[in-house]
């Protein structure tokens, strides 16, 4: 099945994480955000590899939680798990006029599950989702993204693109949001005075990668077979 005929959703569970679950991942986290043995991509996120998720328990089991979840939810289809984040966006933050926080697909598609550790409303900044008027669309424009897309903003959506308008995702602790990376979407600013924290679970989907990319992969694990 081609990457064209696969069409981008998204879903909110609510109440995916129970109480006690929900006090298990807050703990998780204080402790995974003080360890240096994770890498920081920037000051607010720590993030795990899928090497390293095997050294957190709590963690390592909501991700196949929510594995399951999503192949389900996308058509039983197989995800790998790439890396999970967890994030604490502060007001100073977020910057209104750059992706995360303008309407955009992203370059790489991917299905994401993100967990909000708190009751999230307008203020702190929830993801807001879309449905894409025209499906194929989109993914010829990421099929198409050149090197420099970020700077050339190639990866924005405008409201044209979109059926209606965007949805913001507000929720409560626990909630599960699950979402194609085609779908176009944007961070929600956070407002002064408000935190946002969540974790974010980052999928490959099989079918996504495309035939080039699987052979350079192959090729790749061979050659470090070799040099080993
Ligand atoms: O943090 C968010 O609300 C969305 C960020 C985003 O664009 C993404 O996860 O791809
Ligand atoms: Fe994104």
């Known amino acids: 099945m081609g990457t064209d005929s696969i069409q981008p959703s ?3 569970i609510k109440e995916f994480l129970d109480e006690i679950e929900q006090e298990a991942v807050a703990q998780t986290f204080a402790k995974v955000i003080e360890n ?23 963690f390592k089991l909501l991700c196949e939680k929510i594995e399951r979840i999503a192949s ?33 697909f992203d370059a790489e598609r991917r299905i994401k599950g993100m967990i909000y550790l708190h ?31 970020s700077i050339l903003g190639e990866n924005l959506v405008t409201l ?3 059926e209606g308008n965007f949805e ?38 099989t079918s996504f990668i495309s035939p080039k990319a699987k052979v350079k992969r192959i090729l790749k694990k061979l050659g470090t077979g070799f040099i080993r």
Not at 78 to 93: A, C, D, P, R, Y
Not at 129 to 145: D, G, M, T, Y
């Open 160 to 162: 044209e693109e979109i």
């Open 168 to 205: 913001a995702m507000v929720g409560n602790a626990g909630d599960l949001i699950l979402f194609d990376t085609n779908s176009p979407h944007f961070a929600g600013l956070v407002k002064k005075g408000f935190v946002r924290k969540v974790i974010r679970f980052d999928f490959e989907h």
């Open 36 to 58: 240096s043995n994770f890498k920081k991509p920037h000051k607010h996120i720590t993030e795990i590899s899928a090497e390293q998720i095997k050294e957190v328990h709590v």
């Open 10 to 12: 998204y879903f909110q």
């Open 72 to 104: 389900q939810k996308f058509g039983a289809v197989e995800l790998n798990f790439i890396n999970l984040w967890l994030v604490e966006t502060k007001s100073s933050n977020s910057r209104p006029n750059v992706p995360p926080y303008k309407p955009h």
């Open 119 to 149: 009751d999230v409303k307008t203020e702190h900044g929830p993801i807001h989702l879309a449905k894409p008027i025209n499906e194929n669309q989109i993914e010829q424009k990421r099929k198409a993204l050149s090197k420099k897309y």
